[in-house]
């Protein structure tokens, strides 16, 4: 298959574009590189054993995306690119609506007008907010706490509103849980610019020495540690797990929902535990007050995905922490060094 891959050199997006191209699939990867390098393109062509072939572009622009379908005829799109920080959003909430929201409004219009009818989106487990109790089933009630995941629900309605006026329009929706880990080479994985918003990056860059220590943002949640609950999922699974989307929706027209996770609730001290043994290194941290909007416990419910996409979350936390380990000792500067 012919996939256009939107957002293709940021973390997700390169990792799924490896395991499309040593699947057999042909990559065209649009990326306005805001927030990832080229160097990891170079490292995925390596890691496939032939590239992906590459335009720089914003999806919002309407112009560069209609001559990325003319040039390169896609039969599907999985479209990872946009914004995706909490704190920035309600600084520049318009600058979200725009490059989220907007820009697949524009993606959409131009897949229709190439007949290009099938897309899988990057949704975010934030859609689940706190309407409701863990582990979240894809039926759970939805909602938003912010804008950057107003965004991620609006596009959710946007793409079913589609898909039920174009008969000829597949659609998957893949809610992801917390995204950790980094491919087993060591090659390409996370690379935050500035300080890293998310445990994991944040953890690793601790770990080796870039920054001082961590704070734990609250131990007084009703947790059995006191701490909050996520579902990290290795960033190679949840790439398979697109794959597995992306052959699904070939079967008909529709608008599907997913999560992707691994169904395991794991506690900020057992994120760190973990680390700590697979770097060998003692990681300092403090425990301060809750970040706001923070939940006590979010994770999947996966049967949904096992059912329908015979997909499953492979690996452990273990193997998330020593392939994260290997990417962040190997390049201590990202993609930079
Ligand atoms: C966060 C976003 C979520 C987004 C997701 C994308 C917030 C409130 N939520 O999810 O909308 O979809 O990233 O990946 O930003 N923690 C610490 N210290 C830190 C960092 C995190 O204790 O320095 C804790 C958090 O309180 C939480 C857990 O670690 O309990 C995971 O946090 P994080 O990696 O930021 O993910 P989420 O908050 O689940």
């Known amino acids: 298959m012919r996939v256009l891959v939107t957002g293709g050199a940021g973390y997700i997006g390169s990792h799924t574009s490896v395991e499309l191209l040593k699947e057999g699939h042909d990559v065209l990867v649009v990326d306005d590189l805001s927030n990832s390098s080229p160097e990891s393109l170079r490292r995925v062509a390596e890691l496939a054993g032939r590239p992906a072939e590459f335009i720089e572009a914003n999806v919002g622009d ?3 995306l209609d001559a990325a379908f003319v040039s390169f005829r896609p039969d599907a799109v999985i479209h990872f690119a946009g914004r995706k920080a909490v704190g920035e959003s309600t600084q520049l909430p318009l600058l979200y609506y725009r490059e989220n929201v907007a820009a697949t409004v524009t993606l959409l219009e131009v897949m229709a007008a190439h007949g ?15 309407a409701s109790e863990p ?11 912010n804008p950057y995941g107003w965004t991620k629900h609006m596009i959710e309605q946007i793409l079913a509103d589609a898909a039920a006026a174009d008969q000829e329009l597949a659609v998957a929706v893949l809610r992801y849980f917390n995204p950790i ?13 500035g300080v890293p918003n998310n445990l994991l990056p944040f953890v690793a860059q601790v770990a080796a020495g870039r920054r001082t220590g961590l704070q734990v943002f609250g131990n007084d949640y009703p947790t059995p540690d006191g701490t ?3 579902d990290y999922i290795h960033v190679v699974d949840l790439a398979q797990g697109h794959l597995a989307a992306l052959a699904r929706i070939g079967e008909g027209a529709g608008c599907h ?7 395991r609730p794991l506690s900020v001290l057992e994120v760190i535990e ?7 290194v003692t990681i300092p941290y403090q425990i301060v007050a809750r970040r706001p909007g923070d939940v006590a416990a979010s994770y999947a419910d996966v049967s949904k995905a096992e059912r329908e996409l015979g997909w499953r979350a492979q690996r452990s936390l273990d193997q998330a922490c020593a392939d994260t380990v290997r990417w962040q000792s190997n390049n201590p500067d990202g993609y930079a060094g």
């Open 62 to 64: 309407a112009a560069a």
């Open 116 to 130: 290009c009818g099938r897309i899988v989106f990057s949704s975010s487990a934030t859609v689940y907010g706190s």
């Open 135 to 145: 582990p979240f089933a894809e039926d759970a009630p939805t909602g938003a706490t």
């Open 181 to 193: 880990g980094a491919h087993e080479s060591g090659r390409i994985g996370e690379d935050p610019k």
């Open 228 to 230: 909050g609950l996520r």
């Open 257 to 263: 929902v997913w999560n992707l996770g691994t169904g």
């Open 274 to 280: 973990a680390y700590q043994k697979a770097s060998g």
